[in-house]
């Protein structure tokens, strides 16, 4: 540090930024670098912070605000979204904080989900910022990616660009191995899978679809042997506040090791989510989806440590009627059916997940047209076109709880969502497609606050306290 005029000043900034693909995960990593290196080190940025998302709070904390802009802090928390639209936008309030990446330590957290239309622009400006810049980049994940080229016209980088940290891999997945994958040989209906998920006493469900999730969650509380209060949903039919209560419940149910729990979900608890099955059935998908559901079983090891050997058991199935989600995800899954049919195909083994990678990259188009817009310097239509998560869904505002509630009769008293209606709300949010919305309008099953207004709210009898909102009135709405 050196002193001038009065202030320090640092001639050399180092940074470290962690970079968060999730939004439901990184309150609670940010949370572990409080805990150990204090408030005053961590600034999180992201849609869920309040600067972030609100311009009025923002500028009535214009320290807050000038920290948030500049990343003025030893270690920034941030979104995936927050840190490439960053890097890759025109807007001079996302380019006061690009000057700080210089010379920073970049942390990738889970690196595979990185949009792989955008792959081809986004290794070349990580390789500007490590060759021009001084940045050095981390990359965390199970499944690395194949980001170096396999042929000479690929637009990978080149073959030996990225560096392993711990030597001989290959070794550590073996020793770090913690379950058996059976994979499927044929399809099975929802009444096998639940009355499998039932007999494991204690066992995760990961299914592809919301309808998938509903489905197998009715099918596995209609079982005879089933104790519905230990069967749980979560999905996002259900408003963020809902899960969390959920996922505190289920977490709670599996500190007893005699208590039974069953959960159904879809992917939402893949990745990040700290939870700990002894069986994990999970239907056929991406392979690094697959592998991330795997980290859900003898997450803690303890029951490979007891036994001596991997003891998790990881079932991949797939369902009688499939239905996958358009796109990449589609691709992805029928890459993974092709390993499978090969025969082979371990989690454990890096040449299978370079293999995949390979194939999913391969052929595919990764972002040329806009990588060329970059080089051309046409920055405002980069900004445009770079879109990380292109959000389809129209919020529907639920009445969950007494909270919730309130909120949504003060909305409706008003007739606007101003800024306090509009934080406390979003915590009893569900997205649905525009189709969803058609429909659920048609069936009276969301309502206008006035014509126009796009401000939709659930009535009562339509959100389910175990799976969230429903097309159909529940049993009590019917009653009445």
């Not at 989690?347 to 047209?369: H, K, N, Q, S, V």
Request: net charge negative; hydrophobic share 40%; charged share 25%.
């Amino acid at each position: 540090m050196q002193q001038a005029n009065g202030r320090y000043t640092q001639p050399y900034r180092k940074l470290t930024i962690v970079v968060i693909p999730y939004l439901s995960i990184i309150e609670q990593n940010a949370q572990v670098f409080i805990d150990a290196l204090g408030r005053d080190a961590i600034l999180e940025h992201h849609s869920g912070d309040t600067d972030a998302r609100d311009d009025e709070v923002s500028y009535e904390n214009p320290h807050r605000r000038r920290a948030t802009e500049n990343w003025n802090a030893p270690i920034i928390v941030t979104t995936s979204v927050r840190f490439f639209e960053s890097l890759f936008s025109h807007r001079p309030s996302d380019l006061r904080r690009v000057h700080n990446v210089a010379r920073s330590v970049v942390i990738l957290d889970e690196v595979q989900t990185l949009p792989r239309q955008f792959i081809q622009p986004i290794l070349r400006v990580i390789e500007d910022l490590a060759n021009n810049w001084g940045t050095t980049f981390l990359f965390c994940t199970a499944t690395q990616p194949a980001f170096e080229k396999s042929k000479p016209e690929d637009v990978r980088c080149e073959p030996g660009t990225i560096q392993e940290i711990m030597s001989h891999p290959r070794e550590l997945f073996g020793q770090l191995k913690r379950v058996e994958v059976r994979w499927p040989k044929g399809k099975s209906t929802w009444k096998e899978i639940a009355a499998g998920l039932v007999e494991a006493h204690r066992a995760l469900c990961i299914v592809n679809a919301r309808n998938h999730a509903l489905a197998l969650y009715r099918e596995v509380s209609g079982n005879a042997a089933a104790d519905n209060a230990s069967v749980f949903h979560l999905s996002t039919r259900m408003c963020p506040s809902h899960r969390l209560k959920t996922i505190a419940e289920i977490k709670e149910r599996l500190e007893d090791p005699a208590a039974p729990c069953v959960v159904v979900s879809t992917q939402l608890v893949e990745a990040g989510v700290d939870l700990d099955f002894p069986v994990v059935y999970r239907a056929v998908g991406p392979l690094d989806s697959i592998t991330q559901a795997a980290g859900r079983c003898d997450r803690e090891g303890r029951l490979t440590a007891e036994l001596g050997r991997p003891a998790g058991k990881v079932i991949v199935f797939e369902p009688e009627e499939p239905r996958l989600p358009p796109g990449v995800y589609l691709e992805a899954t029928e890459r993974t059916q092709a390993l499978i049919r090969e025969g082979g195909l371990s989690i454990d083994d890096p040449d299978c997940i370079r293999r995949y990678f390979d194939r999913l990259y391969g052929e595919a188009d990764l972002g040329a047209e806009l990588e060329d817009l970059r080089t051309n310097l046409k920055f405002r239509c980069v900004s445009k076109e770079f879109e990380m998560i292109a959000n389809d869904t129209q919020s529907v505002f639920v009445p969950y709880d007494a909270e919730a509630r309130n909120l949504i009769a003060q909305l409706n008293a008003a007739g606007v969502l101003h800024r306090d209606l509009r934080r406390g709300l979003q915590r009893y949010t569900v997205g649905l497609y525009p189709r969803e919305i058609q429909t659920a309008a048609q069936r009276g099953v969301l309502y206008e606050v006035r014509p126009g207004s796009n401000l939709r709210i659930c009535p009562e009898g339509f959100y389910d306290q175990k799976v969230g909102f429903v097309m159909e009135p529940s049993p009590d709405q019917m009653v009445q």
